[in-house]
């Protein structure tokens, strides 16, 4: 009798130490919650590659900025609704005190869209919450006028060894620049949001395929262009399409920098192929 109750209590002892080296201790499992949702906006308008930050706030009763008790950041290459996970320390959130959330969507580093008002924190869930945010407005103002060096095509971003496309558009409409290969005319059309440019004017320099084919690409980006939008803070220039979705992403350049020289291609004896006369093209 000795002996069987030896063996059942090393038995014992044998599976609670497995089970203690397997199972993390019950405080560390509910050390932390997990909220889940959805970010989303209501505008008709394709988003480019963004940065997307979900915040959890505790509204403060005064004037002082509400503290930030967690927060989380994403890339995003989809469109919304884009998927959020926010681990919160549990120990935080104080029975009978009231907890809010909000969001920002930003495109290369500018604030497109965020949080109008603070959505709170349901009491009963932790999944499938929704925050919806609001296009930041640019300056009532604003315009796509100035200079622009583009950043990105489509889903392409430029490289720095490239030659990359430059325009100029004045208040007037008129439009100069760079297509990547050939220097170009045009006049743009404004109504509000909405753009189009005209004919495009260009020279016929020959340049390198790479070259070449970047001006191809930006000249029937611009022809499909409908509409632009300006960041908040007057340095991101995106035009878009007739589906609000971007055909150019531009930077801000200063008015007097000279757009990058094109990349001329030689002939047969290595000499330079001068240009020739503008003549109308893509339209």
């Not at 002892?13 to 201790?25: D, E, H």
């Not at 878009?240 to 531009?250: N, R, S």
């Not at 930077?251 to 000279?258: E, G, I, L, V």
């Amino acid at each position: 009798m000795i002996r069987s109750f030896l063996r059942r209590t090393l038995l014992t002892a044998t599976v609670c130490g497995i089970s203690a080296a397997v199972l993390p201790p019950l405080s560390a499992q509910a050390a932390t919650t997990t909220l889940r949702g959805t970010v989303t906006y209501r505008e008709r308008m394709a988003l480019p590659p963004s940065v997307v930050e979900v915040r959890l706030l505790e509204p403060s009763q005064t004037d002082a900025p509400a503290p930030v008790l967690a927060s989380t950041s994403l890339h995003a290459t989809r469109q919304v609704p884009i998927p959020f996970t926010l681990q919160v320390n549990r120990a935080l959130l104080k029975p009978g005190h009231h907890y809010a959330l909000e969001a920002t969507i930003s495109v290369n580093g500018q604030p497109w869209f965020s949080s109008s008002t603070q959505t709170p924190l349901p009491e009963n869930t932790r999944s499938n919450i929704l925050l919806v945010v609001n296009r930041t407005r640019a300056k009532a103002n604003a315009s796509p006028a100035g200079t622009w060096k583009a950043e990105r095509m489509g889903e392409t971003a430029f490289t720095k060894d490239e030659a990359t496309p430059q325009l100029t558009i004045a208040e007037d409409g008129t439009v100069s620049g760079f297509s990547g290969c050939n220097r170009v005319h045009s006049k743009a059309t404004l109504d509000g949001a909405h753009i189009t440019f005209g004919p495009m004017i260009a020279t016929r320099m020959a340049c390198l395929p790479a070259a070449m084919a970047t001006e191809q690409l930006f000249l029937k980006n611009l022809d499909a262009t409908r509409g632009w939008h300006l960041a908040p803070t007057g340095d991101v220039l995106a035009l878009v399409d007739a589906q609000d979705k971007p055909t150019i992403v531009f930077r801000r350049q200063p008015a007097d920098k000279t757009p990058d020289a094109p990349t001329p291609a030689t002939d047969a004896a290595g000499k330079e192929t001068p240009p020739t006369p503008a003549a109308p093209t893509l339209r």
